[in-house]
């Protein structure tokens, strides 16, 4: 599928809208039959809540979200409870799930202070938080463990279509630091080389976990550098041990061309899957190309995004049933 005779379209719409310590990591099985391998595509709810979201019949699933720490809250000690609760009323409604793993500041405390994992102090949200250092070699070490221990329960699970990597980021499954001084960043040891290869480390990690799901590493602009982002998402899609099953996310899907501008010029040249999230809800306007919700039904063809996670919101509300609809229907048009 190629993106591009969708953009000359595309564009004239928006011109108009614009007046443990041993690793134990699964290897990838030999005999996987990547084209068994069946990635999301079209619309699931951005969280469950209450499960209202997937009586809209839009919704194709939800995201269901989970703190390393509430998964591993002892070393090599695993709880799925938060993930079971929520799984269960997803297949009740006949729907599919995928999986976003926080990490960040929403990694165990053992793994700071009694495994002894590097770590450093930002600001998120106005309040401290200690950010354990992916660099580190003893962090993606233990993320091995959870990923094998996550794998063996829910890699064969059919209704699992699409899990994020946990990142060591300020909210712990997207790739930035916004908000943060370059000068807390570098004088932490950050370097590009480093957070490149630390990043495709544990997407790789995951990837051989999971050896028939869809991957996704969500990605920004970092130190306002677009060739980090760039690295990772082209290299691992380029990496043919991992047969193109790791693609990108952007959290921050709005409709918008002049946010992260050079990302999104290299999101629509990069020729993998693009998974992504809406920036807000319909009722906050103003995080919308020309305050128009529907503009990013519009950018995400431009870019070529298989798949979309609408905030709960929208679907509890149904909001725009039409353009869902057609959204769904677009990528069932172009997407296996």
Known sequence: MTK???????????????????ITVQEQDENTDISNITKPKGLYSSSLGSGNSMNNPEARGSLVRVKWSELEPQQGVFDFSKIDSQVEIIKAADKEWSLGLIGGSSSPNWLIEEVGADSFEILFRNEPVIIPKIWDAIVNEKLS??????????NNDTSLTLVYIPQMTSNGIEGHFNGVQSD?????????????ESVKETARIFANAFTNKAI???????LQDVSIPERIMNDL?????LEQRVGAAVWWLSGKTSFQTNLVNAL????????????????????FENDDYTTIF?????IGIRYIEPWEYEFVNNTFPIEMKDFNDYVDSLYD
Do not use: M
């Open 145 to 154: 463990i959870l990923a094998q221990a996550l794998a063996n329960e829910y």
């Open 298 to 302: 519009v950018q995400a063809k431009l």
């Open 4 to 22: 591009f005779p969708y953009l000359i379209c595309a564009l004239l719409f928006l011109f108009a809208c614009n007046d443990d310590d041993t």
């Open 184 to 196: 807390v960043l570098l004088n932490a040891g950050f370097t590009p080389d480093l957070w490149v």
């Open 268 to 287: 629509t040249e990069f020729p993998g899957d693009i998974y992504a999230q809406v920036i807000g809800r319909s009722n906050q306007i103003d995080r």
């Open 237 to 241: 899609w380029n990496d043919s041990s």
């Open 216 to 222: 996704a590493v969500e990605l920004h602009e970092i």
